[in-house]
């Protein structure tokens, strides 16, 4: 499955702003998905991932209460829901799928996105 990540840009701090992901060549139905982002200098690290049926979520601590996954397996697409964010928010966001249960693990990803920059200013 190819994925293409969108909506990224420049946002001030406690804006809000939403990514989606568009799956295309196969459906996304069948993978467990997640989006992670990458800062500066730092490794890329998972924000959130979502089972394959939508049921299930996992967030990083950094990030619950503020952002929201969801899917829409209809249209092939995955979100990501960000409020109230702040410049520690700065990174390029992918989006990732994988088969695997660990879905919580960025290692277990093998499908990924091209990634969107999000720059929170203060």
């Known amino acids: 499955v190819q994925l293409q990540a969108s909506g990224g840009g420049l946002v001030q701090a406690g804006d809000s702003l939403r990514l989606s992901c568009a799956g295309s060549?196969?459906?996304?139905?069948?993978?467990?998905m997640g989006w992670f982002r990458q800062a500066p200098g730092k490794e890329r690290e998972i924000v959130v991932s979502?089972?394959?049926?939508?049921?299930?979520?996992y967030y990083v601590d950094s990030v619950k209460g503020r952002f929201t996954i969801s899917r829409d397996n209809a249209n092939n697409r995955m979100y990501l829901q960000m409020d109230n964010m702040s410049p520690e928010d700065t990174a390029i966001y992918y989006c990732?799928?994988?088969?695997?249960?660990?879905?919580?693990?960025?290692?277990?990803?093998?499908?990924w996105g091209q990634g969107t920059l999000v720059t929170v200013s203060s």
């Open positions: 060549g196969r459906a996304i139905r069948p993978y467990h």
């Open positions: 979502i089972n394959r049926s939508g049921a299930s979520r």
């Open positions: 990732a799928a994988t088969s695997s249960v660990l879905y919580s693990s960025r290692d277990q990803y093998m499908y």
